[in-house]
C-alpha cells in the first residue's frame, strides 16, 4: 500500500534527521515509528484493563468481607 503523508517543516526534520542518523529509509523509519506506535497504545490498553480488573476484584473482596461481616454480627 502507498500512503502520502502531510508533514510540517518540523516534522520532516525530524524525520530526515532521523533517517539519516539511523541510516534508513524515511519509509522504514516512518514504519517502525507506526508499529512503536501501535504497540504502545495496546500495552496501554491492557494496562487499563488489567487495573479495571484489579479494582473490580478490590471492590468485590471488600463486598465480600462487608457481607460476612454482617453474618457474623447475626443480623
Do not use: P
Request: glycine residues 2%.
Amino acid at each position: 500500500m502507498v500512503a502520502t503523508v502531510r508533514l510540517d517543516d518540523v516534522l520532516e526534520d525530524k524525520l530526515n534527521s532521523l533517517a539519516n542518523t539511523l541510516h534508513k529509509k524515511k519509509s522504514d523509519v516512518i514504519r517502525e515509528a507506526i508499529e512503536y506506535y501501535a504497540k504502545s497504545v495496546e500495552k496501554r490498553k491492557k494496562s487499563r484493563i488489567l487495573k479495571a480488573v484489579e479494582k473490580t476484584k478490590n471492590a468485590d473482596r471488600d463486598e465480600y468481607e462487608n457481607f460476612e461481616g454482617t453474618l457474623s454480627d447475626g443480623l
